[in-house]
């Protein structure tokens, strides 16, 4: 008999059924949850207050030129802030529920790159960072691969991004070519590093290296959990060294798509 009360009190309640350490990964995950929706609420919030207050400021008839331009500069950024979060946050759920769809084509390598190096170098120009953006490319017109553009296109941004996020001054370095069949590129800054311990737990959900009491950086720290995604749809691989303080390089290696 106690044998058959104590099978329905596990019936009747079955969390007591559940490992400590199940238990421990539900609260991580509900905390996780609670962190992204408060992190979501301060990513858009934030910019579209901008947006409404500096929009008001612009209907004035009295404002001098130079202001004008300024503040239409605010609710730009604001407005390209509030459009990456929605990026992110709608490219990291298409991932986990493996709607991602691939488009192979044969691109020019040295197009893309420079595109997105042409991209950002554009941007740095508006930023007050003493940062210097470089890029070494092999010595090569043409440069084709198969590959899906977007995807590749994507990882390349978001790695650039995170490099110039992460670091105030000195060189953000671009460095690719093919070899054997496979796409190898290299982003190197000179920033704010990784800490050892923090290494394993970049590629996650919701984590910034500047995790802590105060928010430094903006963005949902879902960066990096994209790029390794995407990486993977495209049967690659992604790796990091990095020195506290001295700053970190991110490898991508990705091979060309079957005909």
């Not at 009360?5 to 007591?16: D, G, R």
Request: one cysteine or more; hydrophobic letters at 35%.
């Amino acid at each position: 008999m106690d044998i058959l009360k104590n099978t329905e009190k596990k019936i009747n309640n079955p969390v007591s059924t559940m490992s400590d350490e199940y238990i421990s990964k539900i609260k991580e995950t509900e905390k996780l949850k609670s962190m992204f929706l408060q992190n979501l609420s301060h990513e858009i919030r934030t910019p579209l207050n901008a947006i409404i207050g500096f929009s008001e400021l612009l209907s004035r008839e009295n404002l001098e030129q130079d202001e004008r331009k300024e503040f239409f500069k605010i609710v730009e950024s604001a407005g390209s802030r509030i459009l990456k979060t929605i990026t992110d946050t709608l490219d990291l759920s298409s991932i986990e529920t493996n709607q991602i769809s691939v488009l192979v084509k044969k691109e020019d390598l040295n197009v893309l790159m420079e595109n997105v190096f042409n991209h950002y170098n554009s941007m740095l120009k508006n930023t007050p960072k003493n940062l210097t953006l470089n890029m070494q490319s092999p010595d090569a017109p043409n440069l084709f691969f198969r590959t899906d553009q977007r995807i590749l296109g994507r990882i390349i941004s978001i790695l650039i991004d995170n490099a110039i996020k992460y670091t105030e001054k000195g060189d953000v370095v671009i460095a690719y070519t093919v070899d054997k069949g496979e796409f190898f590129c290299s982003i190197k800054d000179t920033g704010i590093g990784i800490e050892e311990n923090s290494l394993s737990i970049i590629y996650e959900k919701f984590q910034q290296v500047s995790s802590g009491s105060s928010k430094l950086y903006q963005g949902l720290g879902n960066g990096l959990s994209i790029a390794k995604g995407f990486v993977e749809i495209l049967n690659g691989k992604i790796w990091v060294e990095s020195q506290l303080k001295e700053g970190s390089t991110f490898y991508i290696k990705i091979p060309s798509a079957n005909p």
